[in-house]
């Protein structure tokens, strides 16, 4: 009976060390609710975006037979990027070179109807001689004269038609070798190729997107609501944070606010006053510009509240989720209206290890 009793008492003490290790965590990340300096900001999301940037395009149908450049290669602004092959075009062109010689020659050879003309003329002279001479009719020399005036008509027409041919056919040659030379695509400026949509080999249609190329240089593009538009000038100075750069605190001049929302959400771009060496285009971030202060105010780091003003509050050693009344907040630091008291103990990072009733062992406090 003994050795049951104590078989049982092992198995209880199993369980419960089981158990309370399973609701429990070995330390967390913690602040304390403090009193201090709340700065309210216009907050905004961010995306690293070229200065300029332009997709390149094709003109015309054809197979891509040469493609020189990769995603992230610099190029320079005339820079051969990608060679389309239409061989009809070269077809054109030399059923257009035959064409151009065979009229270039006829225009060489004159009007068709030059030696009537010259005929007609010797008559026509013979018989104002004969005229003076009262041994023609007057009716006969008229007649001979109308049909130098048409002759002279003609001949004139046919020269406009041969010079016209030459002309168009000229035309229509340069024509088919500026389609030529648009299957050449050159870069429209310096910069980077961003993407390539295309592969060597591939067959594209007229207008089909090649690549998107983009300048060297580099601007911060932040979202921010309509609501805080308002405050913003030309020239104020923001906070930024990027999320490929989070030991860095970036600070940038805000340079225009672009005029067009789209739901309700404004593009305002901003310059770094001091970029990091790693600037890429999509890298995003957070950013906030300072407008007011509020003094001697329940603060915590802006990390310690989750979506929906939740906060992880570890008290008597257990967490505990509670809802909070927020005020101003920066990327850095938030104002608490209600919710917390002062030092309260909020878990920063990483909340969703930290369920409910969980138990935690020791914390981690971060320097304020």
């Given at each position: 009976?003994?050795?049951?009793?104590?078989?049982?008492?092992?198995?209880?003490?199993?369980?419960?060390?089981?158990?309370?290790?399973?609701?429990?965590?070995?330390?967390?990340?913690?602040?304390?609710?403090?009193?201090?300096?709340?700065?309210a900001?216009?907050?905004?999301?961010?995306?690293?975006?070229?200065?300029?940037?332009?997709?390149?395009?094709?003109?015309?149908?054809?197979?891509?037979?040469?493609?020189?450049?990769?995603?992230?290669?610099?190029?320079?602004?005339?820079?051969?990027?990608?060679?389309?092959?239409?061989?009809?075009?070269?077809?054109?062109?030399?059923?257009?070179?035959?064409?151009?010689?065979?009229?270039?020659?006829?225009?060489?050879?004159?009007?068709?109807?030059?030696?009537?003309?010259?005929?007609?003329?010797?008559?026509?002279?013979?018989?104002?001689?004969l005229?003076a001479?009262?041994?023609?009719?007057?009716?006969?020399?008229?007649?001979?004269?109308?049909?130098?005036?048409?002759?002279?008509?003609?001949?004139?027409n046919?020269?406009?038609?041969?010079?016209?041919?030459?002309?168009?056919?000229?035309?229509?040659?340069?024509?088919?070798?500026?389609?030529?030379?648009?299957?050449?695509?050159?870069?429209?400026?310096?910069?980077?190729?961003?993407?390539?949509?295309?592969?060597?080999?591939?067959?594209?249609?007229?207008?089909?997107?090649?690549?998107?190329?983009?300048?060297?240089?580099?601007?911060?593009?932040?979202?921010?609501?309509?609501?805080?538009?308002?405050?913003?000038?030309?020239?104020?100075?923001?906070q930024?944070?990027?999320?490929?750069?989070?030991?860095?605190?970036?600070?940038?001049?805000?340079k225009?606010?672009?005029?067009?929302?789209?739901?309700?959400?404004?593009?305002?771009?901003?310059?770094?006053?001091?970029?990091?060496?790693t600037?890429?285009?999509?890298?995003?971030?957070?950013?906030?510009?300072?407008?007011?202060?509020?003094?001697?105010?329940?603060?915590?780091?802006?990390?310690?509240?989750?979506?929906?003003?939740?906060?992880?509050?570890?008290?008597?050693?257990?967490?505990?989720?509670?809802?909070?009344?927020t005020?101003?907040?920066?990327?850095?630091?938030?104002?608490?209206?209600s919710?917390?008291?002062?030092?309260?103990?909020?878990?920063?990072?990483n909340?969703?290890?930290?369920?409910?009733?969980?138990?935690?062992?020791?914390?981690?406090?971060?320097?304020?």
């Amino acid at each position: 009976m003994v050795k049951i009793l104590l078989i049982l008492g092992l198995i209880g003490a199993g369980l419960a060390y089981y158990f309370y290790n399973r609701n429990s965590a070995e330390s967390a990340e913690v602040a304390m609710v403090k009193r201090g300096t709340a700065v309210a900001g216009v907050y905004g999301t961010v995306n690293v975006e070229p200065v300029n940037q332009v997709v390149v395009r094709t003109r015309h149908y054809g197979q891509i037979t040469n493609l020189s450049v990769k995603e992230g290669h610099q190029v320079k602004a005339g820079q051969l990027l990608i060679e389309v092959t239409d061989d009809s075009f070269q077809r054109q062109l030399d059923a257009n070179a035959s064409a151009l010689e065979h009229a270039q020659t006829r225009q060489s050879m004159g009007a068709p109807s030059t030696p009537l003309l010259r005929n007609k003329e010797i008559e026509v002279e013979k018989l104002k001689k004969l005229l003076a001479a009262n041994n023609i009719a007057p009716i006969e020399y008229d007649k001979a004269n109308n049909e130098l005036a048409s002759l002279r008509e003609l001949v004139q027409n046919e020269t406009l038609n041969l010079n016209l041919q030459v002309d168009n056919l000229t035309r229509e040659r340069e024509a088919i070798r500026s389609k030529l030379g648009q299957l050449q695509i050159f870069s429209p400026l310096d910069g980077v190729v961003l993407n390539l949509f295309c592969h060597l080999g591939e067959f594209v249609p007229p207008q089909a997107e090649l690549c998107r190329i983009g300048s060297s240089a580099n601007q911060i593009v932040a979202q921010i609501n309509e609501e805080d538009v308002g405050y913003l000038k030309p020239g104020m100075k923001a906070q930024i944070r990027l999320y490929a750069h989070q030991d860095k605190d970036l600070v940038g001049t805000l340079k225009e606010v672009l005029p067009q929302a789209e739901n309700q959400i404004y593009r305002v771009v901003f310059t770094l006053d001091n970029p990091p060496e790693t600037l890429l285009p999509g890298m995003t971030g957070e950013m906030n510009i300072i407008i007011k202060e509020h003094q001697n105010v329940l603060t915590l780091p802006s990390r310690g509240i989750r979506r929906g003003n939740i906060a992880y509050v570890i008290k008597d050693g257990i967490v505990r989720q509670l809802s909070v009344k927020t005020g101003f907040r920066t990327l850095e630091k938030t104002e608490i209206l209600s919710g917390l008291a002062e030092g309260d103990v909020v878990i920063l990072s990483n909340q969703d290890l930290y369920p409910e009733g969980t138990r935690v062992r020791s914390v981690i406090m971060k320097e304020q």
